[in-house]
């Protein structure tokens, strides 16, 4: 299988302004950096093509997160999609792709459908994320959100879907409004910490949210992130886990009572 996609996928790449060959392909543009990585499954007979964008943009936004391998200008092996912030990574096939269910002459027509895919699906994506950039907005609900993206991709992920202010703040409206309770925190998250009083009130009240144990596993709830969110909203100590949900309730009634 190596082998064929050596001989399908890899001159496509190529002719597309890759550079390199499996399991990594690169390639470089005054955006950034374009990674297709191959991913063999650990038993074997499997695989998935993993496609990642690194913008330049990032390297300001975070610094300690754009890989060091491309700030000092190394491409090549090292350098694989897994590097890219999760909102510019993406799989080209949902599921690993099962070669050890094809006769051996058949993988020819497999590379081939995979080569197709890539050049239909896979360039067309990461073209796409070569020209976006986050949405860029002065308000306190932007300089809240891009603060926030940072550290945490989901905020991230709001200034690149949103095109201009007004829609960043439907977005968020709309989660609000929605029934996605872990979307909602974060949306909270925001609009608290741009001065939102009902935003904050519910942060307030999830620091009551029970946690559920199942017979298989223990849902912790949403207070130790509600506590998180107000933690970071006022410039409290916050250290991850329950003992820290407590001591932010006591200082959100504290703050709660001088109003």
Do not use: C
């Amino acid at each position: 299988m190596n082998a064929v996609l050596q001989t399908a996928l890899v001159p496509a790449a190529h002719a597309a302004g890759f550079t390199g060959t499996l399991p990594h392909l690169v390639r470089t543009t005054e955006s950034g950096l374009a990674v297709v990585s191959l991913q063999m499954e650990k038993r074997g007979g499997g695989l998935r093509l993993e496609l990642g964008f690194i913008p330049t943009w990032l390297r300001a936004l975070r610094p300690r997160a754009y890989p060091a391998r491309a700030r000092a200008g190394v491409l090549g092996p090292g350098l694989t999609a897994f590097h890219a912030p999760m909102s510019y990574r993406r799989p080209l096939t949902r599921q690993f792709v099962r070669y050890d269910e094809h006769a051996v002459n058949a993988l020819p027509s497999l590379g081939a459908r995979l080569t197709r895919l890539f050049k239909r699906v896979g360039l067309s994506w990461l073209t796409e994320r070569e020209r976006q950039v986050p949405l860029r907005d002065d308000s306190p609900l932007g300089d809240a959100v891009s603060q926030l993206s940072k550290t945490y991709d989901w905020a991230l992920d709001w200034l690149l879907s949103a095109k201009t202010a007004a829609a960043l703040r439907t977005s968020l409206a709309r989660t609000m409004a929605g029934t996605d309770v872990d979307r909602k925190m974060f949306a909270a998250w925001a609009l608290a910490k741009a001065g939102d009083i009902h935003a904050h009130a519910f942060l307030v009240t999830m620091l009551d949210d029970p946690g559920v144990q199942t017979r298989y596993r223990t849902d912790p709830g949403q207070s130790i992130r509600a506590a998180q969110a107000l933690a970071d909203v006022h410039g409290w100590r916050f250290t991850w886990g329950a003992r820290s949900v407590a001591g932010v309730k006591r200082r959100a009634a504290e703050l709660a009572a001088k109003r």
